[in-house]
C-alpha cells in the first residue's frame, strides 16, 4: 500500500497538478494544444468544434475522461480567468457570473495567436519527445516556449501533499524581466521587482500594498490582499450609490451581490437600499444604492470586511522544476526560463545548420554535375543498368576545378 500510494502521489505531482516551470502548462493543457496544432487548428485558419478537439485529444494524447479535457479547455479560452488566452473560443464559454459553458457539440475553438509563441519550433528538434500513453504516437515533453507562460498566465493545482497557486502577471513586465536576467546573469529579486512589481489580474481591481507579493516574489509564498474598483456617484437627488466596476480576481459576481444582499437582509451591513447588476458588454457596473442618510465611506468599509470586495490571494509558487516539485522565488522562475529558450535555441540552431550542410552536400554535387555535365550524360548513357550508373557517379574522383563559378 505504502508503494502504490508513493507512486499514485507522484504521478498526480509530476503528471497532473502541477505546471512545468518552462512553458508553465500541466499535461492536459499542454496536450490540448499539440493536438489542436496537429489539427491545423492556427489563429488564422477556422474554428472547429471542441468535440473534435476533446476527442482528438483524449484518443491520442490523454486517456482521462472528456469532462476533464473540456474543462481544461474551456479555462485557456476565457479572458476573466486567463491574462493572455491561449485559445480562441466561439460560443458560451461561461461567465464571470459562475454560468456554465455550452456543451462541447455547441462550442467552437481555435489557438489563439500567441498560443503560436508556444508552440513554434516544435519541428527543429527543440524539446525531446515521448511515446503517447499506447506508443502509436509520440508527443512532446514539453513546449519550446517563447515568453514564460507560467507567470504570465499563473496557475493553480492541488496535488497530493502539496498544492500550487501561482498569481498572472503582465507580459510585457514579465519579458522585460527576462531581458534583465539575460543582460545581468546576477541580477536579484529587488532589481526584478523594479520591473514585475505586482500581479496583474484579468478581472482587474486593486491590490492592497506590496509586502504581499514582495514576500512570494523572495520567499515563493505571499499573502496578496485584493479589492475590487468602486467609486462614489450621485444616482439622483440626494442619492448615492457604491459603483463597482472591476471585482477581485476569481470572484464569482453573482455570488457577491447574493453574499452582499444576504448581509443587508442579517443587518450586518447598515446603509444600503438597493443593489443591482448593469454589466453588459462594454464592462462591468454593479450598483449599490445607499440610504439618504448613510455615509458611502462607512458602508464601504463594512463591504470591504464583510464581503468578498476584498479577498487574499494565497501565492504559493510551487512547479516542476528538472523533474521535480520546487517552490521557486520570482529570480529562480525567471532563471529557469531563459537558461530553457538557451537550451532551445540551441538545439534549434544545430538543426537548422544540420539540415543547411545536408543542403549544401546535394548542392555542391549539383554543382560538379553541371560543370561535367557532358562527362555524365556520358556515362549514364554508356552504364548498363541505373544502379550502375549511379555507383561510377560515386566512386569517380570529379575535378572540382572545372566547377562552374
Same mark, same amino acid.
Not at 507562460?149 to 527576462?178: F, K, Q, R, S, Y
Given at each position: 500500500m505504502k508503494r502504490s500510494y508513493l507512486e499514485y502521489a507522484m504521478s498526480v505531482i509530476i503528471s497532473r497538478a502541477l505546471p512545468d516551470v518552462r512553458d508553465g502548462l500541466k499535461p492536459v493543457h499542454r496536450r490540448i494544444l499539440y493536438a489542436m496544432q496537429r489539427l491545423g487548428l492556427d489563429w488564422n485558419k477556422k474554428h472547429m468544434k471542441s468535440s473534435k478537439v476533446v476527442g482528438d485529444t483524449m484518443g491520442d494524447f490523454h486517456p482521462h475522461g472528456n469532462l476533464a479535457i473540456y474543462d481544461a479547455l474551456v479555462r485557456l479560452a476565457q479572458d476573466f480567468s486567463m491574462r493572455v488566452p491561449l485559445i480562441d473560443g466561439q460560443g458560451n464559454f461561461g461567465s464571470v457570473d459562475g454560468d456554465p459553458p455550452a456543451a462541447e457539440r455547441y462550442t467552437e475553438a481555435r489557438l489563439a495567436k500567441v498560443a503560436q509563441y508556444l508552440l513554434d519550433d516544435l519541428d527543429k528538434d527543440t524539446v525531446d519527445f515521448k511515446p503517447n500513453y499506447d506508443d502509436r504516437l509520440e508527443e512532446p515533453s514539453v513546449l519550446?516556449?517563447?515568453?514564460?507562460?507560467?507567470?504570465?498566465?499563473?496557475?493553480?493545482?492541488?496535488?497530493?501533499?502539496?498544492?500550487?497557486? *501561482?498569481?498572472?502577471?503582465?507580459?510585457?513586465?514579465? *519579458?522585460?524581466?527576462?531581458m534583465l536576467m539575460l543582460e545581468k546573469p546576477d541580477a536579484t529579486v529587488e532589481d526584478l521587482t523594479q520591473i514585475i512589481q505586482g500581479p496583474d489580474f484579468p478581472t482587474g481591481g486593486l491590490i492592497l500594498g506590496r509586502q504581499g507579493a514582495l514576500a512570494a516574489y523572495h520567499k515563493g509564498r505571499g499573502s496578496i490582499i485584493m479589492r475590487a474598483k468602486v467609486e462614489v456617484e450621485e444616482i439622483r437627488k440626494d442619492r448615492e450609490a457604491l459603483v463597482v466596476t472591476a471585482i477581485p480576481y476569481q470572484v464569482n459576481k453573482k455570488t457577491l451581490i447574493e453574499k452582499i444582499a444576504d448581509l443587508v437582509r442579517e443587518k450586518r451591513v447598515e446603509g444600503i437600499s438597493d443593489i443591482w447588476d448593469e454589466t453588459n458588454r462594454e464592462g462591468m457596473r454593479i450598483v449599490i444604492e445607499l440610504k439618504r442618510d448613510a455615509i458611502a465611506d462607512v458602508v464601504l468599509n463594512q463591504l470591504w470586511r464583510y464581503s468578498d470586495l476584498q479577498t487574499t490571494f494565497g501565492a504559493n509558487m510551487l512547479a516542476i522544476n528538472g523533474g521535480k516539485p520546487e517552490q521557486l522565488n520570482l529570480r529562480d522562475f525567471i532563471e529557469a526560463f531563459t537558461t530553457f529558450r538557451q537550451v532551445v535555441v540551441t538545439r534549434r540552431t544545430r538543426h537548422l545548420l544540420t539540415k543547411a550542410r545536408d543542403r549544401a552536400h546535394v548542392l555542391v554535387g549539383l554543382a560538379i554535375a553541371v560543370a561535367n555535365i557532358d562527362e555524365v550524360i556520358r556515362l549514364i548513357r554508356t552504364s548498363p543498368s541505373p544502379a550502375e550508373a549511379k555507383a561510377q557517379l560515386m566512386d569517380r574522383d570529379w575535378p572540382a576545378k572545372d566547377m562552374a563559378p
Open positions: 519550446p516556449a517563447k515568453f514564460p507562460n507560467l507567470l504570465v498566465n499563473g496557475a493553480g493545482g492541488i496535488a497530493v501533499g502539496m498544492a500550487t497557486n *501561482i498569481p498572472p502577471h503582465n507580459l510585457g513586465e514579465v *519579458i522585460d524581466a527576462c
